[in-house]
């Protein structure tokens, strides 16, 4: 059984910057991936970026380049999602969730964890 906790989210003015991270216990398999997923209201899940924690390789959503970066800090199996000149559309509840898996995926139905979530929201 796999936690994650997020953590970092708040309200932040339009063009500003947040760091989420994601602590994730119960498990020492260190061939995991940890995904982020957003859901604005009344919007699907999308998602925003995942890590290998294994390979250390990352993937990210094509609308999401240029403003959101993934990484990790293995030792304390934390991964980090990094979001540059917020906007307003950025709104949403952002959720981390792990796969125990090398590969990873960008699909919601292919990690079998989930965190809480944490709110961000963007004011303009």
């Known amino acids: 059984q796999v936690e994650l906790v997020e953590s970092g989210g708040g309200s932040v003015q339009a063009g500003g910057s947040l760091r989420l991270s994601c602590a994730a216990s119960g498990t020492a398999d260190r061939r995991i991936c940890v995904g982020w997923f957003r859901q604005a209201p009344g919007k699907g899940r999308d998602a925003v970026a995942a890590?290998?924690?294994?390979?250390?390789?990352?993937y990210l959503n094509a609308p999401m380049k240029g403003r959101f970066t993934i990484s990790q800090d293995n030792a304390n199996n934390v991964v980090y999602l990094q979001i540059n000149d917020l906007k307003p559309e950025d709104t949403a509840n952002y959720y981390c969730?792990?796969?125990?898996?090398?590969?990873?995926?960008?699909?919601?139905?292919?990690?079998?964890?989930w965190g809480q979530g944490i709110q961000v929201t963007v004011t303009s």
């Open positions: 890590i290998s924690t294994r390979l250390n390789r990352t």
């Open positions: 969730a792990a796969d125990p898996r090398t590969y990873c995926s960008l699909m919601p139905r292919d990690f079998s964890y």
